[in-house]
């Protein structure tokens, strides 16, 4: 029985392992940049708390606005330009990287913008009626 405690205890403290890694190294992310960054930035998305995740996002360097939720597995490429406005919601397994559309000057309310340079391809409807109060229904 005893063992068998040592063997479960030795195979919990392998999986956490990473996570204490991740803490350990951290301070040094926020701090001096990019040692790590892509491989830490993937992992702050597997956190299990959307409270976490935007403090570790927010410490290493985005903007980010009053009711904003990663949701689990968000993957953000570039974190140092990062923005997002107040009440946005990102979803599970979201990629956020500014590679797919280069914008060189202000986007007007609504368009939706492709390509290199941007253009504006789209509108989105502006008769939306909901205000995100950053409250998430997941248990993450």
Request: charged share 20%.
């Amino acid at each position: 029985m005893k063992s068998a405690i040592v063997i479960l205890s030795v195979l919990v403290a392998l999986l956490y392992l990473k996570w204490v890694l991740i803490v350990l190294v951290f301070p040094f992310q926020a701090i001096h940049g990019q040692v790590l960054k892509r491989y830490m930035l993937y992992q702050v998305g597997l956190i299990p708390s959307h409270h976490v995740r935007r403090f570790v996002y927010r410490a290493l360097g985005a903007e980010i606005g009053k009711n904003v939720v990663f949701h689990f597995k968000t993957e953000i490429r570039g974190i140092y330009r990062l923005k997002v406005g107040a009440g946005t919601n990102i979803g599970d397994n979201a990629l956020i990287e500014g590679a797919g559309c280069v914008v060189t000057k202000d986007v007007e309310s609504y368009a939706v913008v492709a390509g290199i340079p941007a253009k504006k391809v789209n509108e989105r409807p502006r008769d939306l009626r909901y205000v995100f109060d950053g409250k998430s229904n997941r248990l993450y």
